[in-house]
């Protein structure tokens, strides 16, 4: 069996078409404006992987993510020990190379 689906909905990119919920009631609501909200945690079961799937795919602003059957990570991202850090541009860099002049 393979891992269970898990999903997340950002809020800020949902204009509120309600496609997702219209293909997948169960785990999505509208508002009273039509924004959608995710019901649940965000895993799928097997049963309603098409369905879901299928709201991710109709999602004209792409605002539903799959996680790929991972619940999200708290840890932070290691940095990569052999990359330098990036340098801090200087104002009068930019400004020289943009012409900028006071």
Known sequence: MSDPMRIRLDRTMCDGFGICAKHAPEYFSL?????ASLIGDGTVRD?????????????PVHAIIDMGGQPPSRARPQAVPDEAPEP???TEDNEAISEFVR
């Not at 508002?31 to 924004?35: A, H, K, P, Q, V």
């Not at 049963?47 to 999602?59: G, H, I, K, M, Q």
């Open 31 to 35: 508002d009273d404006w039509g924004y």
């Open 47 to 59: 049963s309603d992987r098409p369905a879901v799937v299928r709201a991710l795919l109709d999602c």
């Open 88 to 90: 801090h541009p200087s």
